[in-house]
Nanobody
Framework: QVQLVESGGGLVQPGGSLRLSCAAS????????MGWYRQAPGKQRELVAR???????NYADSVKGRFTISRDNAKNTVDLQMDNLKAEDTAVYYC?????????????WGQGTQVTVSS
């Protein structure tokens, strides 16, 4: 079991910024992909941004140019810098990590952190 601890959500005005952080609390991990998803009320969970172990990133079209994902392979952490936030970014954001613990495949979700963009 690989637990993920998220932090950084909150309430922000349109145009503001927030930074989300996620840490995988387990040793002997080989992490392939780390990412952030979000789920707004009444909608399906969707990919926001993802980064591979090699540093390749991909973003949802709706956040390109505004959000930046980064990871620290040594610390097993992934951050999401969110700038120029819009009301439609309001959602619960979930960290997602997949890879190996020794030779066993794993995938884990964080508990979710609320991001609310409102004036």
């Amino acid at each position: 079991q690989v637990q993920l601890v998220e932090s950084g959500g909150g309430l922000v005005q349109p145009g503001g910024s927030l930074r989300l952080s996620c840490a995988a609390s387990r040793s002997r991990l080989r992490i392939n992909s780390m990412g952030w998803y979000r789920q707004a009320p009444g909608k399906q969970r969707e990919l926001v941004a993802r980064v591979t172990s090699g540093g390749i990133t991909n973003y949802a079209d709706s956040v390109k140019g505004r959000f930046t994902i980064s990871r620290d392979n040594a610390k097993n952490t992934v951050d999401l810098q969110m700038d120029n936030l819009k009301a439609e970014d309001t959602a619960v954001y979930y960290c997602y990590v997949e890879g190996f613990v020794t030779t066993s495949v794993f995938s884990s979700w964080g508990q979710g952190t609320q991001v609310t963009v409102s004036s």
